[in-house]
């Protein structure tokens, strides 16, 4: 059982920046590809971003680009996404996820940690 336990969650004014980060008890971490979702009060479970296993590949929400990076670090079993420019709208719960070797879907998921962003 992988478990993933995200923080670095917080209050921010717009504009500021945080950075979340991921571990992952996971012992095949390095061929494992990571994302982060987010999911606001009373909204659907929205995609962030992701990073492929070997960390060269990166994919945004359009809502997010320019602004968020996602990044790896396998000799730390840790994912993190760096925010900035944040923006109310950016308020919710973000949720680690990671898709384990040939899995096909994100079946592994953190507690989720919360980002409040104050106007």
């Known amino acids: 059982q992988v478990q993933l336990v995200e923080s670095g969650g917080g209050l921010v004014q717009a504009g500021g920046s945080l950075r979340l980060s991921c571990a992952s008890s996971?012992?095949?971490?390095?061929?494992?590809?990571m994302a982060w979702f987010r999911q606001a009060p009373g909204k659907e479970r929205e995609f962030v971003a992701a990073?492929?296993?070997?960390?060269?590949?990166?994919s945004y929400a359009d809502s997010v680009k320019g602004r968020f990076a996602i990044s790896r670090d396998n000799a730390k079993n840790t994912a993190y996404l760096q925010m900035n420019s944040l923006k109310p709208e950016d308020t919710a719960v973000y949720y680690c996820?990671?898709?384990?070797?040939?899995?096909?879907?994100?079946?592994?998921w953190g507690q989720g940690t919360q980002v409040t962003v104050s106007s």
């Open positions: 996971s012992e095949t971490f390095s061929i494992e590809n």
């Open positions: 996820a990671a898709q384990a070797y040939r899995a096909g879907t994100w079946n592994y």
């Open positions: 990073i492929w296993w070997s960390g060269g590949v990166t």
